[in-house]
């Protein structure tokens, strides 16, 4: 059994002409819709490869293999808009997708808001940011990965009793973006994973837990042996967990569960939810939402970054910006539909936001729980218990009870509760400690007063 992670040298690299291809096809259709009559038309083209494997218990449950195709056709007869979209490239499909679209567009409606971005704002420095490198990874070398990531799980410790088994994922994605401005954006990028669950304990006294690694590159990947102790650690750190008296106590998220406070931020701000004004942070533009020493800044030409790019899905360049400055509520998150919906410019993030990053002003983890003294921390969210109209929050949550700057026991069965406005406002520490898994690079961060409902 390998677990060497390193790429086949002797492998072909074939993405440059396949995008040549895709940009081909890309032309021929925009060209195809200007003939039939279209004012502006706009064509998406993918590619995707993969390779993900599952084992459990020693054994292989899955090995599957991927590849897909698909290009999107929109085009606009002035502001009546049809689309459609196929994964044939025969030159007759290609051709029946391109008429498909005209014929929808004849049925819909003048929407003042629809068509391409501004010309004006097409991106002119297509660079890359260093997101390809693909992993010549065959069935067998991945089978063998995940059984070593689960046999390191499983073997650092007696009480590890089950598993829930141990994964292994390559994939390749490449995309062209064209438009009736002259517009030609490629993009081509890697991403790779290994994962496992472990179940610590017996009959009544179970937890199950689990760890992943992700990256661009499998040069930064953890190592599977590594993977794999870390999720029996975490799972043996919830076994006897305690109830705890319903209240209001301090809680720190730790950081896979901190982003997700960010990623309700973002769904408050988007352009989607604000027009249709589904948003508890309408009209908040330019107010005080966090503590004044508070920073999210959108940074897309981040060397590796999981969303780095030169341009977003409607081929508008994007910029380096804050999104939150002194507390301050910068701006939202608009494409050029919503924007015009909105009456505002577009924000180049269509398609999403491009790494963003929340300003630390505390230590890692262990200084934060130690600032922190009595309180909750928590590692685990379940429920989708939040009003983006209202603001309300209220989620399930598992994780461990502080006492005197540490750890103190495992709890689960708990909910905790608030509204994001004043969790957001009550936030008093962003820690050092990163989790570079996401887009949304933040570390744990402490909000100090939530309604935690207990069992007692």
């Known amino acids: 059994m390998t677990t060497d992670l390193s790429p086949n040298p002797a492998a072909g690299d074939d993405s440059l002409q396949r995008l040549d291809h895709l940009e081909a096809i890309s032309a021929r259709l925009i060209e195809r819709c200007r003939a039939a009559g279209a004012s502006q038309a706009e064509v998406s083209c993918s590619e995707e490869r993969g390779l993900n494997v599952n084992v459990r218990m020693g054994s292989v449950e899955t090995v599957e293999s991927t590849r897909d195709r698909g290009i999107a056709v929109t085009v606009y007869f002035g502001q009546r808009k049809g689309s459609a979209s196929t994964a044939d490239l025969r030159e007759e499909s290609l051709q029946a997708t391109v008429d498909q679209a005209c014929a929808i567009a004849k049925f819909t409606e003048d929407d003042p808001a629809a068509g391409l971005a501004d010309a004006g704002l097409m991106a002119t420095d297509l660079r890359e940011f260093d997101g390809w490198h693909p992993w010549v990874l065959d069935a067998d070398r991945a089978v063998d990965l995940a059984l070593a990531c689960e046999t390191a799980g499983r073997e650092s410790d007696a009480r590890i009793a089950n598993s829930d088994g141990a994964s292994?994922?390559?994939?390749?994605?490449?995309?062209?973006?064209?438009?009736?401005?002259?517009?030609?954006g490629r993009d081509r990028s890697t991403q790779h994973s290994i994962g496992c669950a472990l179940i610590a304990g017996q009959g009544a006294d179970m937890q199950r837990d689990g760890w992943y690694s992700l990256a661009l590159a499998e040069s930064d990947l953890e190592s599977p042996a590594a993977i794999g102790r870390h999720?029996?650690?975490?799972?043996?750190?919830?076994?006897?967990?305690?109830?705890?008296?319903?209240?209001?106590?301090?809680?720190?998220?730790?950081?896979?569960?901190?982003?997700?406070?960010?990623?309700?931020?973002?769904?408050?701000?988007?352009?989607?939810?604000?027009?249709?004004?589904?948003?508890?942070?309408?009209?908040?533009?330019?107010t005080q939402l966090f503590p004044d020493w508070f920073s999210i800044h959108e940074r897309p030409f981040l060397p590796r970054g999981?969303?780095?790019?030169?341009?977003?899905?409607?081929?508008?360049?994007?910029?380096?910006?804050?999104?939150?400055?002194?507390?301050?509520?910068?701006?939202?998150?608009?494409?050029?539909?919503?924007?015009?919906?909105?009456?505002?410019?577009?924000?180049?993030?269509?398609?999403?936001?491009?790494?963003?990053?929340?300003?630390?002003?505390?230590?890692?983890?262990?200084?934060?729980?130690?600032?922190?003294?009595?309180?909750?921390?928590?590692?685990?969210?379940?429920?989708?218990?939040?009003?983006?109209?209202?603001?309300?929050?209220?989620?399930?949550?598992?994780?461990?009870?502080?006492?005197?700057?540490?750890?103190?026991?495992?709890?689960?069965?708990?909910?905790?509760?608030?509204?994001?406005?004043?969790i957001f406002r009550a936030i008093e520490a962003v820690g050092s400690d990163v989790d570079p898994r996401s887009h949304v690079h933040t570390g744990s961060i402490l909000v100090g007063k939530m309604t935690v409902a207990g069992g007692q």
Do not use: C
């Open 168 to 184: 292994v994922g390559s994939g390749e994605s490449l995309s062209v973006y064209a438009n009736s401005h002259g517009f030609f």
């Open 231 to 286: 999720a029996a650690q975490r799972a043996l750190s919830r076994l006897a967990p305690r109830q705890v008296a319903t209240g209001e106590y301090p809680v720190l998220f730790a950081s896979e569960m901190a982003r997700s406070l960010i990623g309700h931020l973002l769904g408050a701000v988007s352009g989607g939810a604000l027009y249709r004004r589904a948003s508890f942070l309408v009209d908040s533009a330019g």
């Open 306 to 422: 999981l969303r780095s790019a030169a341009f977003d899905a409607e081929g508008v360049a994007t910029r380096e910006s804050a999104l939150v400055e002194a507390g301050v509520l910068q701006r939202y998150v608009l494409g050029s539909y919503s924007a015009r919906k909105l009456g505002l410019a577009t924000t180049a993030n269509a398609g999403g936001v491009h790494n963003l990053e929340v300003a630390a002003n505390a230590g890692d983890l262990d200084a934060m729980l130690r600032g922190m003294g009595r309180g909750l921390l928590v590692t685990e969210l379940m429920g989708q218990g939040v009003n983006n109209i209202t603001g309300d929050y209220s989620r399930g949550a598992a994780g461990f009870w502080i006492e005197d700057g540490a750890i103190s026991h495992a709890v689960d069965g708990i909910t905790i509760a608030g509204n994001l406005r004043a």
